[in-house]
T-cell receptor
C-alpha cells in the first residue's frame, strides 16, 4: 500500500498571501489529521476530518481551515499568512476516527517571508 | 502548563546501552502514543498503548495509568536509533492529541 502523500513538499510564500496544502491518505483510511510543527511550539494539533466532517479542531485562529473530499483526500488552507506560520505541516491518516494508529506523511515545509 | 512532559530533553548514549525515555501526563487519556522523528521530519508511530506493555524488536513501551506515566525503553541501542522520540496522548471526550516536546537521542558508535 502506498503511504500518506503530501504536496507540495516545500513552499515559500510572502506575508499576506494564502496557501493550500494537500494530503492523500492511505487507501481505505477515512480519517485525516493535520499538525503544525515549529521549533518553539513543537507539534500541535490543527484539525481532524472523518468522512468529510470535521471531528475535532485545535486552538488555532480561523485563518487555518481545512476540508476533506469524498475520496478522503484532504486540504488545509491558511489565509493572510504571517511569519509565525512558517512551519512543517504534517498530515496523518488512520482507519478509525479519533483513535487507532496514525500514519504520517512526510510533511510540507512552509516558509513565510 | 503542558499536559505532557518528557524527560530527558536530550540524551547521548554509547552504542549498546539500554535507554529509557519517560513521559508523564496530567490529564485523563484514552491512549498514549510513542512517535519517532528522524532528521528531515518524517514521523513514524512506534506504539499505541492504553494499558500494560508492548514490545517490538528492541523497543519496549510501558504505561501506568494510575501514575499517569509511560516509559519507552531501547535495548542494545544503535546509531540508527538516533532520532527525536515524542510522547503523545489522546484526551477524551474529543480524543485530540497533545504532544510532549520530544527527547532528542544520539547514539554514538
Amino acid at each position: 500500500k502506498a503511504g500518506v502523500t503530501q504536496t507540495p513538499r516545500y513552499l515559500i510564500k510572502t506575508r499576506g498571501q494564502q496557501v493550500t496544502l494537500s494530503c492523500s491518505p492511505i487507501s481505505g483510511h477515512r480519517s485525516v489529521s493535520w499538525y503544525q510543527q515549529t521549533p518553539g511550539q513543537g507539534l500541535q494539533f490543527l484539525f481532524e476530518y472523518f468522512s468529510e466532517t470535521q471531528r475535532n479542531k485545535g486552538n488555532f485562529p480561523g485563518r487555518f481551515s481545512g476540508r476533506q473530499f469524498s475520496n478522503s483526500r484532504s486540504e488545509m488552507n491558511v489565509s493572510t499568512l504571517e511569519l509565525g506560520d512558517s512551519a512543517l505541516y504534517l498530515c496523518a491518516s488512520s482507519f478509525y476516527s479519533t483513535r487507532g494508529e496514525q500514519y504520517f506523511g512526510p510533511g510540507t515545509r512552509l516558509t513565510v517571508t | 502548563k503542558n499536559e505532557v512532559e518528557q524527560s530527558p530533553q536530550n540524551l547521548t548514549a554509547q552504542e549498546g546501552e539500554f535507554i529509557t525515555i519517560n513521559c508523564s501526563y496530567s490529564v485523563g487519556i484514552s491512549a498514549l502514543h510513542w512517535l519517532q522523528q528522524h532528521p528531515g521530519g518524517g514521523i513514524v508511530s512506534l506504539f499505541m498503548l492504553s494499558s500494560g506493555k508492548k514490545k517490538h524488536g528492541r523497543l519496549i513501551a510501558t504505561i501506568n495509568i494510575q501514575e499517569k506515566h509511560s516509559s519507552l525503553h531501547i535495548t542494545a541501542s544503535h546509531p540508527r536509533d538516533s532520532a527525536v522520540y515524542i510522547c503523545a496522548v489522546r484526551v477524551p471526550p474529543g480524543n485530540q492529541f497533545y504532544f510532549g516536546t520530544g527527547t532528542s537521542l544520539t547514539v554514538i558508535p
